[in-house]
């Protein structure tokens, strides 16, 4: 395991207060937001693990890249500069620009999929699952069977199975437009793919014809991984890992909020001038004119050095030992994990900790709630809410209830992991008296981020 450096390698220049709330507040404070932490103002949590997306500290130099943004409607100089970066990090030559990672998909998806067709990924993220089904696509999850034991401490638990892959491919050639890889699996706990699973898809993709494309979100995180746990690779840069990691592949999708450091934005890009030209025509429809499509400038200026800050070995280093630091003090706790710690987060098994609640009166969104009340601490269920419902109108249940509880980049202290940690042992020692939720109202798509609930049986238990 690469050890973390002494620490910090960076100062702090710039600071944000952050208001502590006491737990009657909270208690108000979540009801009032109909139990969903998504409906929290922000002023109102202490520490905010949410998302590691969009939430990086961006640097002195991305800031001053803010500065020098050519906010031309044509032929930006900034365009150039994120071109050239994404050409020089990936590999790739051609490039859009978007306005964050799921209009990137929206572009891909309306390019190459129709009605019925099937995209296999190792694990679709929502936002993936959601744009392949409006296509009227068909999603289907290949990751390899151990990503759903929470205990399995397996390397590279993000890994597609690739015998299933060739058997779709081989039974259903004509129904797959695409294959996607996400890297590292969010949905599995942040867990990475290894450079065999990568090159293995390429290989089946290549011997089916069909086209390969990279979730690459957290491409830097997963190249961290290889470098850690892939023999071979032990000395290898982490820039050469990653243009290995994209030369399999005929494109991808970006959230630049995610491992390019910056606040906003995405783009598509791939190799091929064909896919290319057909996905251009729907980022002008969508997004803009090609050279923004749906970013200011500044904001290509500082996606183009975050993708090249992000390979810092000793950046890497930091950031996911302070994950993994998170998840040690955890474990001394008895909280159960997700196992073994993925790249962006700490994952908890909401299923096991909390035993009492069932399934139907979603665990995971309990968890979540609870974590709020006792520490100001805001977590994200990644279980049978966000799951949805299948087209039959029934819960499409998760196979693990989770809590994510994903670490920005760059933004807080050991000292606030050790804030969150208080908060899982306080909601362990009162377990069993947490109650089970049920909607109140539930929207039809992405139903978690407005949907709101009230505690099962009225009950008011320990918390609420
Ligand atoms: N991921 C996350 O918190 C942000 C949205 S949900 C609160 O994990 C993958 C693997 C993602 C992802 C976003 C997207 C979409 C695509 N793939 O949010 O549209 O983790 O930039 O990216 C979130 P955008």
Known sequence: MLSRPLAEPYRIKMVEPLKITTREQRQELIKSAGYNPFLLKSQDVYIDLLTDSGTSAMSDNQWAG????????AGSRSFDSLRQAVQDVFGFDYVLPTHQGRAAEN???????????????????????????????????????????ASDTSPFKGDMDTHKLDQVLTNQRDDVPLVMLTITCNSAGGQPVSMANIREVSKICKKHGVPFFIDACRFAENAFFIRERERGYENASIADIVREMFSYADGCTMSAKKDALVNIGGFLATRDEKIYRAAMVWCVLFEGFPTYGGLAGRDMEAIARGLYEVL????????????????DRLREQGIPLVEPTGGHGVYIDAQKMLSHIPKEQFPAWALSVALYVEGGVRGVEIGSVLSGRRPDGENDYARMELVRLAIPRRVYTDRHMDVVVAAAAAVRDKASAIPGFRFVEEPPILRHFTAKFEPVGGRTGVLF
Do not use: C, W
């Open 312 to 327: 810092s070995l000793d950046y890497l280093a930091e950031r996911i030992g302070q994950v993994r630091y998170l998840a």
């Open 107 to 149: 572009i891909l998806f309306l390019t190459m999929v129709k009605e019925g067709q099937i995209v296999p990924n190792n694990m679709h993220f929502d936002t993936t699952k959601a744009h392949v089904i409006q296509k009227r696509g068909r999603p289907l999850d290949l990751v390899t069977d151990i990503a759903y034991v």
């Open 66 to 73: 803010l500065l020098l943004g050519d906010e031309s409607y």
